[in-house]
């Protein structure tokens, strides 16, 4: 078997493993979660949760992949974990390529958005158009998601691009995708945020996303918060594992979990200060504040209302288009890396086997919203269906079996010589990880799960 692959730079590692956890739910689920939740009151127990439970389950996922130095299933093998951990593995790919599949799509739709901002269409007139904004856009999202070949050939682009970025491996690949992106993604941000602070509503929405209310916070607000948490870094999917297979023996892996951690985090928070402030300024709020509504209608609708429209519109989606483009990424890499480390297969064999099948997977999830409605799961669509198993079924139990795993089961003191890299640097945290990742990351995951079987 070849050299395994690694990361060339800290920076090039700390990029593509943010930009594997900075997704569409930073952007979209995060706003909407704030808004509904108490505002400053949601962020602080979503700050709580990504430092109870992200980093340290973050850290687990690292000291699995480096340790192991192969794929999610392979890692487990490698340290002579038995089979039952092996499936472990198994099933985080399984839930990433399920993910991958109606991610695709998604992505697509992003691609479509920028490329009708770009050209102006996003905001022509659509047939019996009464002049109202929020029905026109509604209107067009509709167009857009679920009729004609649209979807499908952003999808495909989508794949391409996937395909060209995966066959240049970790380094020329990856990594120097990430490079650029990553950057190009927060400098959008920080245009946003500075624009968005110069609007008359600004201190209005402001002060609800910063000043908490906590007489909103339910047991279940707390729930939605971890689960945020939880989704937002991408645990459970193997990304982690497979990412961290390429870190170098020198990386301290509990710095480079709280660097990604915070930096996701970043990413959510200059989200609710780009949006709340606009959502008030134009008195948006209540029902556009929800999901794929938010950034599909309601924020095409603030564009309509200011100066240089095509310009922030087409800006906005490029910033989606790329948090969309690099969770793909990482997401396909997890099925790419199993396939190499698993099957001996060449890079170029192993990301055709992966890649290729979704020209006809992701096709059916994007009919799913449109032709194949129809076809019911559980009373759910084909795309709904995937969503739902793969991120709150899948996802909850890998994590949760990862921690009893390295908790209970790993080789004596991994752990211990991962976080010290081998006794050449302190482990003062390691005793207060192993109890958290032994008991209190267990704990909160399972209830994050519970509901979901419910």
């Known amino acids: 078997m070849s050299k395994k692959p690694q990361f060339a730079s800290k920076i090039g590692l700390i990029a593509a493993t943010v930009g594997s956890a900075v997704g569409l739910g930073n952007v979209w689920r995060f706003p909407a979660e704030a808004q509904a939740n108490g505002g400053a009151a949601f ?52 839930a990433s ?75 020329k690949g990856i990594e120097r995708l ?25 201190p209005e929405g402001l002060e609800f996303f910063l000043s908490p209310d906590f007489s909103k916070i339910t047991p279940g607000v707390m729930l939605n918060a971890l689960g945020q948490a939880f989704f937002s870094l991408s645990l459970g ?5 497979t990412y961290s297979s390429y870190f170098p023996k020198n990386t301290r892996l509990t710095r480079t979990a ?56 087409s800006l906005f989606f490029l910033l989606l288009t790329v948090a969309a483009v690099t969770s793909t990424i990482s997401l396909a890499e997890v099925i790419v890396a199993f396939l ?9 064999k192993a990301v055709f086997t992966a890649l290729l099948p979704l020209f006809l997977f992701s096709t059916i999830c994007s009919l799913s919203q449109g032709p194949l409605d129809y076809i019911q799961i559980f009373g759910r669509n084909i795309f709904d269906f995937l969503d739902n198993l793969a991120t709150n079924i ?14 209970w089961f790993a080789p004596h003191n991994l752990l211990k010589d991962q976080l010290s890299n081998y006794g050449t640097i302190s482990t003062r945290l390691y005793k207060p990880l192993i109890f958290i990742i032994r008991y209190i990351a267990p704990a909160l995951i399972a209830l994050v799960l519970i509901p979901a079987l419910l």
């Open 394 to 407: 899948f996802l909850p139990v890998v994590a949760l079996l990862m921690c009893v795993y390295m908790g």
């Open 43 to 94: 962020l602080i127990i979503y700050i709580l949760c990504v430092f109870l439970l992200g980093v340290p389950v973050m850290v687990t996922e690292f000291a699995l992949g480096r340790s192991g130095r192969s794929d999610a299933v392979g890692s487990f093998k490698n340290l002579g974990a038995k089979k039952f951990w092996w499936g472990v593995g198994g099933l985080a790919i399984l």
């Open 340 to 348: 190499q480390d698993r099957f001996g297969f060449a890079r170029l």
């Open 97 to 171: 390529y399920m993910i991958l599949w109606f991610y695709m799509v998604v992505a697509g739709w992003t691609f479509e958005y920028l490329w009708q901002s770009a050209t102006g269409a996003l905001y022509s007139p659509v047939a019996g158009d009464s002049g109202d904004l929020s029905a026109r856009f509604a209107i067009k999202m509709k167009e857009f998601i679920t009729q004609g070949w649209n979807p499908l050939i952003n999808t495909y682009i989508i794949i391409v691009l996937n395909i060209a970025v995966l066959i240049g491996g970790v380094q």
């Open 258 to 313: 709280v660097t990604v951690s915070l930096l996701d985090l970043l990413v959510a928070v200059m989200m609710g200060i780009i949006i709340f402030p606009a959502v008030t300024t134009f008195h948006l709020e209540g029902e556009g504040m929800r999901g794929a509504t938010l950034v599909f209608i309601t924020l095409p609708e603030v564009f309509a209302q200011m100066d240089w429209t095509r310009f922030w519109s």
């Open 237 to 241: 999917m193997g990304i982690l594992v």
């Open 178 to 202: 990430s490079n650029v992106l990553m950057p190009l993604l927060f400098l959008i941000l920080v245009i946003f945020c500075c624009v968005s602070l110069s609007l008359p509503g600004a």
